[in-house]
């Protein structure tokens, strides 16, 4: 297979804080994650020369397609592509400007993720029916089903996935960004009230303001912005089907997309599992996370909750997992969270985080899943040889 | 500037009938479309390794995403990507499958633009909302503010925005895949009821069903596919502000993005648009169609009128301009419509188009406009030399 392997360098990446943004904007994020990756990248602004936008539900705001991101932005004559993939719409924003850059056809290209879910009550994630809703049709009774029958097979408790929750946010409360800074007790989850069984509101990732933003070009001139690129090693997206749970081969205990996708990114780079340092993965719920790992290929499936019990997952570990907090504690403002993925894999590689900063971090991964498991996206980011 | 020039070959395309398709599903005319682009290219799916789907309003029938292709085609296990750009969707979709290829990360891209805007009521456009609507904040509304603005500078009368309608229904009348397969005059166009002055009924595309595919994959291995490969000589996006009729600068007499997009079009290409055989350009209005010939480049400002009068768009004229018979006669399932250009374009390049068939095209050129005005995008087309 031909790869993007160190076709592709990033070489800026900004962030807004994370939180119920009242205060701001949709093009207030877009502006502030924008212009912090120019000023980390030191770049002009004129120097983009394509773009794409990450964001699922951008109308609730009045925006959509490519002026969510070049109205606010004056990127007038230039393309910009709006991009919208479930959940993982922020990690295909990303790589399809990866794929623009590879191509030879642009330069230097600017990849913001955006999301104004909190202060339209009625127009944001609601919007998918009362009827549905009321069936158990929402993003935690859906992982919910998965994740009772995970616990069942491998007799697992509620108190393993109230680790999850203690982790990051113990990451996310030394992340100034986070949404939610503060520190959680197994028993504080567990007491928490009940959201969809097995899941409490700290099993919940919270619904969040916010936006990301990532400026990638050729891999050859990113010396001419920073003395400390990063490489893209691989980026890939794989789709499953978008109603898994009546699909009678599911078994409801991982998902496909993010095995397939993982399998491509790992092919692509070059590398295994084994060879990350630290991981970003989508925990929109405490199972997803162990999920996750097991499905990327970190640990073998029914393997990664003991991960979490032996804390091989938090920061110090064999692998930590979502030192930033994760959608967790960091909160998940849909189209954003993939991109700032990336924001948060790119500063743990450049040693920039401080508290929570992950020694000698080479070669890490973010992952995004949405759908439930309809579709997800790797993406491997690494330092130069 | 480098460019994807000759780097990508179209060897597929299919389209389904458009119109009122009421015992059509959105998946059935995904279906339709795709499996007519594979027969086309005489490709076994299975060689798909990844694919785009444009469409702009999935979501009013329950599909969104990049499941919208991936679950009715059975695409498991690679990338699909939904891309949206307001009415420039399809062609937006078409480049970015482009540069996908030209990227060296994917070989063989499927490209589906699909859209069912009839049978859902109240779920398709007019949910923009009641209030903007009223207030003539509709597709017709804003282009004939534009175009009232061209008729008063330039002394042109609703008998020549007539003359488009009747030459795109005479040459959709030729065209068995067309919504509207029925010539007009001028006195009926005139005698239509009024939807927005100086647009009478006959003045404005109808809404319309529809789905359409294009097979790309890199130009080297084309011809292990089909004999006569298409290449693709440029593809170009351009985005000005969503809300040009609020920008003090507007002249309300044509489009920037569009010229941005071409003119970008055209440097990849290395041609100019006195090279261009045909077009197909985006009339989603009669007026449309005149001010977008001008914007691309074909005559100067104020001369698309003319070219009108003086039957140089015709079929067997100067520069043929739709002979589909465009949006105002095939139709315009929003996301399907850039989509259905290039299955045209490449279907006059290869001769395959009977009645309305352009003698000797070589180059060709699609174009979408949305927004309106907000974001454009040309694709050039042409035979290898």
Not at 39 to 54: C, L, M, R, S
Not at 363 to 382: E, F, Q, R
Request: charged fraction near 20%.
């Amino acid at each position: 297979m031909k790869s993007i392997r160190d076709q592709v360098a990033v070489i800026g990446v900004g962030c807004t804080k994370f939180g119920d943004l009242y205060d701001k904007t949709y093009e207030d994020q877009v502006c502030e994650a924008a212009f912090a990756a120019y000023d980390d990248a030191g770049i002009d602004p004129e120097v983009i020369d394509a773009a794409y936008v990450g964001t699922y539900i951008p109308h609730a705001q009045g925006g959509k397609a490519g002026i969510s991101l070049a109205d606010p932005l004056r990127l007038y004559g230039r393309p910009v592509t709006r991009v919208e993939n479930f959940c993982a719409t922020g990690t295909d924003a990303f790589r399809n400007a990866c794929l623009a850059v590879a191509s030879g056809q642009h330069e230097v290209v600017l990849v913001v993720g955006a999301e104004k879910l909190k202060d339209r009550p009625g127009r944001g994630i609601p919007r998918v029916g009362h009827q549905l809703l009321a069936k158990g049709n929402s993003a935690p009774g859906l992982f919910a089903l998965a994740a009772n029958r995970y616990m069942h097979t491998f007799g697992v408790g509620r108190e393993t996935l109230a680790r999850v929750a203690v982790k990051n946010h113990w990451n996310g409360a030394r992340n100034p960004l986070a949404h939610m800074q503060v520190e959680v007790t197994v028993e504080k989850v567990l007491a928490a009230p009940m959201i969809a069984s097995p899941f409490g509101l700290f099993d919940c990732c919270p619904t969040t303001d916010g936006g990301a933003a990532a400026i990638v070009c050729r891999a050859e001139r990113a010396h001419e912005f920073r003395k400390d690129p990063v490489l893209v090693k691989g980026a890939a997206l794989a789709v499953a089907t978008g109603r898994p749970y009546f699909d009678p081969t599911f078994d409801y205990l991982g998902f496909r997309s993010t095995q397939a996708a993982a399998r491509a990114a790992f092919a692509q780079a070059g590398v295994t599992p084994g060879d990350i340092d630290l991981a970003e993965v989508h925990d929109c719920f405490t199972w997803t996370e162990i999920s996750n790992i097991e499905d990327i290929g970190f640990c073998a499936k029914g393997e990664g909750w003991k991960w979490v019990e032996e804390g091989r997952t938090r920061i110090g570990g064999q692998l930590p997992i979502n030192p930033s907090g994760g959608l967790k504690s960091f909160g998940h403002p849909i189209g954003a969270s993939g991109v700032r993925m990336i924001y948060e894999c790119v500063r743990q590689l450049r040693g920039q985080c401080g508290e929570r900063q992950v020694q000698g971090a080479e070669l890490v991964l973010a992952h995004n899943v949405g759908g439930p498991g309809a579709v997800s996206c790797v993406v491997i980011l690494g330092l130069p040889a």
